[in-house]
């Protein structure tokens, strides 16, 4: 799926999620200085600057196939190699790096063994290949809840719960399939802040991903009756709400 959509947007949509989730990815799969380190789907820098925190900026390598996003990180980091690719379609050489990283990207991928086996071809013999998703299988990811809404007033609406990697297990099948054995996983859950309701809801209308394609696609009654709907769902506020990602991780 391509987000089409601002650096801007994306960060208050996900950002807010994805942000907390970075370094907990990161210090899971033992991302240390000096190591060369790509990050797959990069979107615009969350995870990318976690890693060049703790692997410095000369090390770190990022991709993604969104225009707005590469040119987001390229701004961040000048000297950075960030390139615009999918994740099937790489374009780093064979054995360059020694951990390849992908965050709250594998469900989004249009082949998603293949992707990840991408991600193995690009890691060193002994490397480490990662991937974090969110567990909407579960309804634990960040927005579940907007989902959950939407389906007592459509229950035919496809929502986020039967993508790739999602439900518990599966992202470790999927590593299997590409090609890699032992395969660890863990769950890491964050925790975000919010000020009101509509701080929660304004992120929905930005049209970013699935959520924000949807809200898009209705009009401004259907709209309003969503709003009001998760309005009566959602504390008003000040309150809080966690998500969970099934993260994995295994060594080529």
Do not use: K
């Amino acid at each position: 799926m391509s987000f089409d959509v601002s650096a801007d947007a994306y960060g208050q949509f996900m950002g807010r999620f994805s942000g907390p989730l970075a370094p907990l990815f990161a210090d899971t799969v033992g991302v240390a200085r000096g190591q060369r380190v790509l990050d797959v789907g990069c979107g615009p820098g969350a995870l990318t600057a976690a890693l060049v925190d703790r692997a410095g900026a000369d090390t770190v390598s990022a991709a993604d196939p969104s225009p707005s996003f590469v040119e987001a990180v390229r701004h961040r980091y000048p000297s950075m190699d960030v390139r615009l690719c999918a994740a099937e379609e790489l374009t780093f050489p064979t054995g360059a790096f020694d951990l390849v990283l992908a965050q709250l990207v594998v469900h989004f991928m249009a082949d998603p063994v293949a992707g990840i086996a991408q991600m193995v071809r690009t890691a060193v013999p002994g490397g480490v290949v990662a991937a974090a998703v969110w567990d909407s299988g579960a309804g634990r990811g960040p927005v579940d809840a907007f989902w959950s809404v939407v389906r007592t007033i459509d229950p035919s609406v496809p929502d986020e719960s039967r993508r790739p990697g999602v439900t518990e297990g599966h992202l470790a099948q999927l590593f299997e399939r590409a090609g890699l054995q032992d395969v660890n996983a863990t769950a890491l859950t964050v925790r975000v802040d919010h000020d009101s309701f509509q701080d929660w809801w304004q992120p929905f209308t930005l049209g970013v991903g699935p959520t924000g394609a949807y809200v898009n696609s209705l009009d401004d009654a259907a709209r309003s009756r969503v709003r009001d709907r998760c309005r009566e769902t959602m504390p008003e506020g000040p309150f809080a709400t966690t998500a969970t990602a099934w993260t994995v991780w295994a060594r080529t």
